[in-house]
């Protein structure tokens, strides 16, 4: 009777070590974007961010990323984005985050058009960009 069984104490402590690990590595349990800097999409002149938890929540969303920062005369301020906008869908395909942004866009090849779906003051906008087809090669180009 003097001897206690410590498997079970041993067995929850291992598990909650393990769940503070994955907690950490992933930030699953934090309300912060998983990312520190804006991603950066040059060839359309915008930069965009995840948004937390609780920023989503209080608009609505379940996703969406943040336009932080959008530059005159490219693409993206040409089809009447702006900062603040925030992207929920990507040719109606759903924007979860910005990596995922930057993956729909490399699936999207000119001359396909771009239709973003962001909200912006409470309502939604669709926002086209035409892409104009990749060049091609020209012969000599090719010799070199």
Same mark, same amino acid.
């Given at each position: 009777?003097?001897?206690?069984?410590?498997?079970?104490?041993? *067995? %929850?402590?291992? %598990?909650?070590?393990? *769940?503070?690990?994955?907690?950490?590595?992933? /930030?699953?349990?934090? +309300?912060? &974007?998983?990312?520190? !800097?804006?991603? @950066?999409?040059?060839?359309?002149?915008?930069?965009?961010? #995840?948004?937390?938890? @609780?920023? %989503?929540?209080?608009?609505?969303?379940?996703?969406?990323?943040?336009?932080? @920062?959008? !530059? &005159?005369?490219?693409?993206?301020?040409?089809? /009447?984005? @702006?900062?603040? #906008?925030?992207?929920?869908?990507?040719? +109606?395909?759903?924007?979860?985050?910005? !990596?995922?942004?930057?993956?729909?866009? /490399?699936?999207?090849?000119?001359?396909?058009?771009?239709?973003? *779906?962001?909200?912006? +003051?409470?309502?939604?906008? *669709?926002?086209?960009?035409?892409?104009?087809?990749?060049?091609?090669?020209?012969?000599?180009?090719? +010799?070199?």
């Amino acid at each position: 009777m003097g001897q206690t069984n410590l498997n079970l104490p041993l *067995t %929850l402590i291992g %598990l909650l070590l393990a *769940t503070a690990l994955a907690t950490a590595r992933t /930030g699953w349990a934090q +309300d912060e &974007p998983a990312q520190s !800097r804006p991603a @950066e999409l040059p060839e359309l002149g915008v930069a965009v961010h #995840d948004l937390s938890n @609780e920023a %989503l929540f209080e608009h609505g969303l379940q996703y969406a990323v943040l336009a932080v @920062e959008v !530059r &005159p005369d490219t693409p993206a301020a040409n089809s /009447g984005m @702006e900062a603040g #906008d925030l992207i929920y869908q990507l040719n +109606d395909l759903p924007v979860y985050s910005a !990596r995922r942004l930057v993956w729909l866009l /490399g699936r999207a090849a000119p001359p396909q058009a771009l239709h973003f *779906t962001v909200l912006r +003051d409470g309502h939604a906008h *669709t926002l086209t960009i035409e892409r104009p087809p990749v060049p091609q090669p020209t012969p000599a180009q090719n +010799d070199q």
